[in-house]
């Protein structure tokens, strides 16, 4: 379960997301990220390229987020890409408020989440 805790960093900091094909790793970073019940995450996709080719390949991910104190988690998981649908649309709802484009959303069901830097 994710704690209370992670759950505000995840939600109110930038959320790094590497991605990886088979000749490609990429990282790149997630401003919109809710956390949702039964250990998922929703992250938006305003402006990435090389992460969607990449999920589309291999959709393993490795997230990092962390506050000023450098106390974060390391997340890893399965994402999937959704361009349509109801995940589009609650990514949109998300960033409704702020101008930017909503291309899809990644959907990362969460298979391990650590503590780092203490």
Do not use: F
């Not at 000749?23 to 998922?40: G, H, M, R």
């Not at 959709?59 to 361009?83: H, N, Q, T």
């Amino acid at each position: 379960m994710i704690s209370d805790e992670a759950k505000k960093l995840i939600e109110n900091n930038p959320v790094a997301i590497s991605t990886c094909s088979m000749d490609k790793p990429n990282i790149s970073v997630a401003a919109y990220v809710k956390v949702l019940p039964d250990e998922k995450l929703l992250i938006t996709d305003n402006y990435m390229t090389t992460t969607v080719s990449n999920l589309h390949k291999n959709g393993k991910v490795e997230l990092a987020v962390w506050g000023d104190d450098w106390i974060g988690y390391k997340i890893s998981g399965k994402a999937a890409y959704e361009d349509a649908g109801k995940w589009l649309d609650y990514a949109r709802n998300i960033t409704e408020n702020q101008g930017l484009p909503v291309k899809g959303a990644i959907l990362v069901t969460i298979d391990n989440i650590k503590r780092i830097g203490d």
